[in-house]
C-alpha cells in the first residue's frame, strides 16, 4: 500500500486530518483523564493508532513512523492536547527511538524498534537517583563491563511506568576519577532480568504512575550500549529543549483557565466579580504565554535549534498554570478541598478543582525544575555572576 507523505499536505489540510481522526477514533470516556493513564487502560487506543501507522509521529517512515518534520509533529501534538487525547507510557517511542535511531547502532535498532513501534515494549526512563536529580551528573548507579556484559549496581528513583515496563532506558556510570559527566554512559536493560526490584511510589494524588527501582549485581548485554561509552551524558542532554517546548504549550494553561471559568460560572456572580480584576490579570497571561509558545514554535518550524531562552517558556507556562489551578480552589471556597467531580449547588454541574491543582505540581519540577531553569536563565541570558 502506498504510504501517505503527510509533510506535502499543507498545515491545514493535515491539522483537519489529524481532527477528524482524534474526534471520531478517541474513546469518549478517555478524554481529558485526571492522571496518567496506565498502559492497560491505553493499550487499545494505541493499537488503533498503530493500525492506522500513527504510534510514532517523529519516527523516520522506515521504521514505521509517520516521518513528520517539527512542525507537523507541533500540529500533532497541539490537536492531541485540544481533544484531551489521553499520553500512552510513550518513553519508548518519544524519547528512547529518536535517541536509538540517531546514536543506536543498527542491530540495537534492529532488536528494539519494532517491539517498540507494536506497542510489546513498553519503556521507563532510568535517570534520577536519590541525590542525583537536578544535578543529574552526580548519579551513582554503577556499570561495571565484564565480558560480553554490565554489571549494575545502585538504585533509580521518580522512574514513571517502572511497573508497566518491559525495559529502561538507562544512564549509569561506567567511569569513575574523570569529569562526573564524562564517565557516564546509556544502557538498555530487560527489567525482568534477576537483581531487579521495583516498589511503587504513591503520589498525593493518590496514583502510582512512578516507582524506586532498585538494582542488585544485574547483567545487561554489553551491545546493549548506546552510543559511545562515557558519551551517555550528550545523548541524554539532546532532546531537553523539544521536552521544553513541549511542556511549555499553552493548552496546560488554556484547561486552567478553562476549569477556573467553569468554577466561577457555578459561584455565580456576586463572589466571581470580586475576583475579575484577578481573573482578567490570568486571562492575558494566557494570552501572552500563547504568543510566546508561537515565537518558539515558529523557530522550530524554520529548523532552528532552540536556545537556552526556553526555558522563559517553560517557567512562564508551569507557573502560570499553578497561579489558576490555585485561583481555582480560592473562588471554589469549601468544595475546593474536596476529590472528584463536585456539584456547588443544586441543579449545578459538577466540577473538579483539586485534581487540577494536584495535576499543576508536578510540570515546575520534571523537565528540570523551575529553579534550574531560573538559574539558567540567570547564567546563560541574563549574564549575571553565580554564586
Ligand atoms: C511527575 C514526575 C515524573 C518523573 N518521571 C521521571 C522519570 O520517568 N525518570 C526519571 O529519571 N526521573 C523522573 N522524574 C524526576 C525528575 O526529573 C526530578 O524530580 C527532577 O529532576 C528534580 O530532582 P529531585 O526530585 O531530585 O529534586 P532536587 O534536585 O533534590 O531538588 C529539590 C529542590 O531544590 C531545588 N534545587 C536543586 N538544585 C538547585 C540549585 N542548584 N539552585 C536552586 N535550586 C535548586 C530544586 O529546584 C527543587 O525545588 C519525575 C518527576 C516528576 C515530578
Known sequence: MQKTDWNSLSDEAFRAEVRTFFETEFPEYLRFPAH???????????????????????????????????????????????????????????????????YGSMPLRQLFLPPTLRGDFIWCQGYSEPGAGSDLAALRTEAILEGDHYRINGSKIWTSYATDATHMFMLARTEKGVKKQDGISFLLVDMKSPGITVRPIRNIGGSTTFAEVFFDDVRTPADWLVGERNQGWSIAKSLLGFERLSIGSPRLAQAGLKRLDDVLAERGGAISAQYADRVARLRLDVADLASLY???????????????????LKVFATDLFQRLSELSIEVAGSAGGITGRT??????????VLSLFYNARPPTIYGGSNEIQRNIIAKSLLNLPMG
Open 294 to 312: 508561537e515565537k518558539f514554535a515558529a523557530a522550530v518550524r524554520r529548523g532552528e535549534r532552540l536556545g537556552a531562552d526556553v526555558s522563559v
Open 343 to 352: 456539584q456547588f449547588r443544586e441543579e449545578g454541574s459538577r466540577v473538579d
Open 36 to 102: 496518567h493513564l496506565r498502559w492497560a487502560e491505553v493499550k487499545d487506543w494505541y493499537g488503533t493508532l498503530f493500525r492506522k501507522g500513527w504510534a510514532a509521529p517523529a519516527w523516520p517512515v522506515e521504521w514505521g513512523g509517520m516521518g513528520l518534520t517539527p512542525a507537523k509533529q507541533l500540529i500533532f501534538m497541539e490537536e492531541q492536547e485540544r481533544h484531551g487525547v489521553a499520553r500512552t507510557p510513550d518513553m519508548g517511542i518519544v524519547m528512547l527511538g529518536p535517541l536509538l535511531i540517531q
